[in-house]
């Protein structure tokens, strides 16, 4: 383990456009049009539901309440004035309001047709005067209350709807996009996974991907709800009074300036978070996969304080987080409170002077309150937004990488976005390299102009000294990689016409360290052909020499292995790796050093399985132990990436050249 992440540095994308990224999401989005159109519906019908409730209130106070002055009702003074006194309308059609009427004769007066009496006097009537008297009053008060609950009601029901469908919709589209990144992923080129670590691919298809679900769930709807509610709210205040409104909204501007502020600031944290989530989880992985080298060479403390300085680092990255919210949430609400504070002091003088009744002033203070809290949600969701485009970055550069081995044209050139690849469905039978050169980095050639060919049934050696390119050509006959220059053909066709997988589908590679998937045994060996039966997968069982090792298991084929079957021997992940070889019944076996790690007991076990395995197939073994080619057909002996003896072993030790001298060598170790 090095104190250096060197290449797994993560890399900083830089300013992305929002419209780039947000069109890499809309085939996502699209997909699911109709939910979101439905769940816009509803945020209209939610929107009005939160509009009307002030307004009920106001007219609850000013009908009902307190009346509104009547300039028809106001009593002239001297000066040609009307006074402004308030006056109680009473309907005299009542037997008991006329009865009222007639006991307190000296405090009504008939006016405009109707019995009237000043507030101020109404204190001189009994309680029980005034429950008949307000009757009418208390009954519309009760309709009132009713109406603000149905409307709450009505909401509430409309926004389990909404949320019902926004989260269906939001998920849904996470599991599209994770299984896009899923898929995406496994067409890159095996160049692309040494440059990029576990960690932070995992980190990509799960963390990134979650960042995006509540921009999907709450942003896109919720948006145009705080928008309309704003545009509503704007109507409603300049209908109450327009002077009161065109105040209030000068705070707008500085509320502007300070989101845009809040917007570069907050992109710049959050980025600056994803980047050190996928360096942790980068360390994280590396530290779990090479726990026995570290504690072998007693580097726990070098190795922890490492990962504490990536944990310090994302910390100060959430501190910036953090910080930026302290400063502009506050803001904010002391922008709603200055606000609050204008109407209450400018409002209130109205209403004393009687330009505004008090419903309407009580009305103004809730929009207004309401009108900053769509303003602070917006800014809220801009954050979401903010936090959801740097892990949409992310992504992106995921799903815009193309270094992918792709099926070439016959010119040569790259088949075109959505040119349907050739296919190569021929049984596999001869290979042949063509003055192949290659390299992995640029400047550094690790095959030099390397020809040969394999006929069919044929089994071919290439040994060599670490180094010498050997692993190299399976990399090419797999096309893991494309050659810098010349040819390999499969039954004489250039492998580069075709579709990598289909080049696949008649091979099998043994490698001398197995890979076995978390699962059954038997779900390992059947990898290649799901439809094996009970009686194929016991033939070939014996065929791999793994019947003494399924025996000597409780569950035998179905004893669980976790940990890349690191509970079981190396012999037994080869021999398990050679059953799974003999399930596809390859036409093509490519064998790299697969007895380099087992010991002499289980080598006899693992030759006899691989020999079985080649028996009338097309071989090419990579061999790092002579002993293992000294049985094939053909051995050719690779040095510095270039061929420099070929024959069988009889032929090439008489030689006495390069073959023989790695014979002494290793019969001296």
């Known amino acids: 383990m090095f104190d250096n992440t060197g290449i797994f540095n993560e890399v900083k994308p830089g300013q992305q456009f929002d419209a780039k990224l947000l069109s890499m999401l809309m085939p996502f989005v699209r997909k699911y049009k109709k939910f979101l159109f439905l769940a816009v519906a509803l945020v209209v019908v939610i929107t009005f539901c939160d509009l009307s409730l002030p307004y009920v209130t106001k007219v609850a106070i000013d009908r009902y309440i307190v009346h509104q002055l009547d300039p028809v009702l106001s009593q002239n003074r001297g000066d040609g004035e009307k006074e402004g006194i308030r006056y109680f309308r009473v309907e005299t059609a009542s037997p008991e309001g006329a009865e009222i009427i007639k006991r307190h004769d000296e405090r009504f007066r008939e006016m405009e047709g109707a019995a009237v009496i000043a507030y101020k006097d109404l204190s001189a009537l009994s309680k029980e005067e005034l429950n008949i008297l307000r009757g009418g009053d208390l009954t519309g008060v009760f309709w009132m209350a009713l109406l603000l609950v149905g409307i709450s009601l009505t909401g509430f029901i409309f926004n389990f709807i909404q949320l019902l469908v926004m989260e269906y919709t939001g998920q849904m589209i996470m599991h599209d996009l994770r299984l896009e990144i899923f898929r995406h992923i496994q067409r890159l080129s095996p160049a692309f996974f040494t440059r990029n670590p576990v960690g932070r691919l995992v980190t990509r298809a799960t963390n990134d991907v979650q960042n995006m679900h509540e921009m999907f769930t709450s942003v896109i709807t919720f948006v145009f709800k705080d928008l309309f509610l704003l545009a509503g709210i704007a109507i409603v205040l300049l209908s109450i009074n327009a002077r009161l409104a065109l105040i209030c909204f000068t705070a707008l501007p500085i509320v502007l300036i300070t989101a845009f502020r809040f917007a570069h600031y907050a992109r710049s944290a959050f980025r600056t978070l994803r980047i050190k989530i996928a360096e942790i989880n980068t360390r994280l992985s590396e530290s779990i996969e090479g726990i026995r080298v570290i504690q072998l060479y007693r580097r726990e403390r070098q190795n922890r304080e490492f990962f504490g300085k990536l944990n310090h680092d994302h910390y100060l990255a959430g501190m910036k987080q953090v910080q930026v919210f302290a400063v502009f949430m506050p803001v904010i609400e002391l922008l709603g409170s200055v606000a609050v504070a204008m109407v209450i002091y400018y409002g209130g003088g109205k209403v004393i ?13 809730s929009y207004m309150r309401m009108f900053f809290r769509p303003v602070r949600d917006i800014a809220e969701k801009f954050n979401i937004m903010q936090n959801a485009m740097s892990s949409a970055e992310r992504i992106h550069l995921i799903l815009n ?15 075109a976005d959505g040119a349907e690849p050739d296919r190569f469905n021929e049984k596999l039978s001869t290979l042949e390299f063509k003055d192949v050169s290659f390299e992995y980095n640029s400047g550094e050639t690790v095959l030099k102009a390397v020809s040969f060919k394999v006929n069919k049934g044929e089994t071919v050696a290439i040994v060599g000294p670490t180094g010498a390119g050997k692993t190299s050509i399976v990399n090419l006959i797999t096309r893991f990689y494309d050659t810098l220059s010349g040819s390999v053909l499969l039954n004489g066709k250039d492998v580069k016409r075709f579709h990598p997988s289909s080049v696949r589908w008649d091979m099998a590679l043994v490698t001398q360290d197995p890979f076995l998937f978390s699962g059954t045994i038997r779900e390992n060996i059947a990898y290649g052909n799901r439809d094996l039966s009970e009686g194929q997968l016991y033939r070939v069982l014996e065929l791999a020499n793994c019947i003494h090792l399924v025996n000597r298991l409780k569950d035998g084929v179905d004893t669980t292995i976790t940990g890349s079957g690191k509970t079981l021997s190396s012999g037994e992940r080869q021999l398990i790796s050679i059953a799974r ?36 197939r097309t071989s090419v073994i990579i061999a790092h132990r002579l002993s293992t080619a000294r049985g094939a057909d053909r051995i050719i002996t690779l040095n510095k990436g270039r061929i420099v003896e070929s024959g069988t072993h009889d032929e090439l030790m008489k030689k006495k050249g390069f073959y023989y001298k790695l014979n002494q060598m290793q019969n001296i170790m």
Request: aromatic residues 4%; charged residues 25%; glycine residues 8%.
């Open 353 to 365: 002077s009687q330009s505004i009744t008090l419903g309407g002033l009580v009305a103004f203070i």
């Open 401 to 415: 990488n193309r270094e992918m081995i792709t099926a070439l044209g016959s010119e040569g050139s790259e088949k």
């Open 581 to 616: 070889a003999f399930v596809r019944n390859p036409g093509l076996i490519l064998l790299d050093e697969a007895t380099s790690y087992i010991d002499s007991d289980s080598e006899q076990h693992i030759q006899d399985a691989l020999e079985k395995l080649m028996t009338d």
